[in-house]
């Protein structure tokens, strides 16, 4: 073969690959953000309902942040009965973090605006740029990979991001997008529980669909929740950073805590107390502390910790009530101080 030979035959292998790994970047795009029956029947289908609600709302609003302590475990319509002024439920899951939880409203933030970022605790451990369920958003909301790359997709994770969380929403839409005789398993196979779905949130954006269900057995102690006495202050640096905008433009932030079981409360109560010193000596923002106001009578909930039944949902709403109620007053009465 001669040299010139040789190297038309180099380019054709080149154009190959190269015509092979478009492809393959393609269809691993297509299969990870088209939308799917996943994404239009799943529990995340209701972000961009709540994206309605929150672009909608008159000024000034309460905004609350948080994962499923929120989305299953309060009452909006109760809550802006008890407040006058609007109330918009952000509540999604842990999973999705807390940095793309606060991103997502940072550019709805009003002047007179009230801010009630109430997280997990795994938020401030090792859940606040949250994981592979962040994959789901694109499809639902074009916009949300915004919010996503400053937290989800930074230059130590990138990697890892694509080798794990992609292969793995690969594989769960695949079964929803190619025929079963390519995937081995039925188009109606998901891994997701029947009662965590769209049509178990109302329209306030709360849901509802365990309320008047029996709690189910689970470890009152939250085992998976690694020691949170140190929140790590990466979580803490980056938190100050995103609220600094918000207040900016004139809002309030409070942290409040999530409603938990007494038992927890109790069992990780050191814990609890070195949490509290440490966000309230290193967030930019107000910090109600009082988590024994929010351990609630194990009988309370319905399946983890967070998620609180019928009774326990009034309990904490009405609780969450009176300390946003305490914080608004004090922010008509004294602009821009810190209590």
């Not at 088209?34 to 309605?52: E, F, G, V, W």
């Not at 990138?158 to 997008?177: E, I």
Request: with cysteine; net charge positive; charged share 25%.
């Amino acid at each position: 073969m001669t040299e010139e030979a040789a190297k038309q035959a180099s380019r054709k292998r080149c154009s190959a690959t190269v015509a092979s790994l478009s492809i393959l970047t393609v269809l691993t795009i297509w299969i990870v953000f088209a939308q799917t029956k996943i994404d239009r029947d799943s529990y995340l289908a209701i972000c961009p309902d709540k994206h309605k609600i929150l672009k909608e709302s008159p000024s000034p609003k309460v905004i609350l942040v948080g994962g499923s302590n929120l989305a299953l475990g309060m009452d909006s319509a109760l809550l802006e009965a008890r407040l006058k002024r609007p109330v918009v439920n952000m509540g999604t899951c842990i999973q999705v973090g807390l940095g793309y939880m606060l991103r997502e409203i940072e550019s709805d933030v009003k002047p007179g605006d009230t801010i009630a970022v109430i997280p997990e605790y795994e938020h401030w451990v090792d859940q606040f740029n949250g994981d592979k369920y962040l994959l789901m958003l694109p499809a639902l909301m074009p916009k949300s990979i915004a919010w996503i790359t400053p937290s989800y997709l930074t230059p130590t994770s990138t990697v890892d991001r694509f080798t794990t969380d992609f292969s793995w929403m690969t594989h769960k839409r695949a079964k929803h997008m190619l025929p079963p005789v390519l995937t081995g398993k039925s188009s109606d196979d998901d891994d997701d529980a029947v009662l965590y779905n769209y049509s178990g949130f109302n329209r306030q954006g709360d849901f509802v669909a365990h309320l008047d269900l029996p709690g189910k057995s689970f470890d009152h102690s939250q085992a998976s929740l690694s020691d949170f006495s140190h929140p790590n202050p990466a979580a803490i640096k980056a938190f100050n950073s995103i609220v600094k905008n918000m207040q900016a433009r004139g809002a309030r932030v409070v942290l409040l805590p999530p409603v938990t079981t007494a038992s927890f409360a109790r069992l990780r109560k050191a814990q609890l107390d070195s949490f509290y010193k440490e966000v309230a000596e290193g967030l930019n923002a107000q910090v109600v502390s009082d988590y024994a106001e929010y351990a609630l009578n194990d009988n309370y909930f319905f399946d983890c910790i967070y998620h609180v039944r019928k009774e326990g949902r009034k309990l904490r709403t009405e609780q969450v009530a009176a300390d946003l109620k305490r914080v608004i007053q004090a922010q008509s009465q004294s602009k821009g101080r810190i209590l």
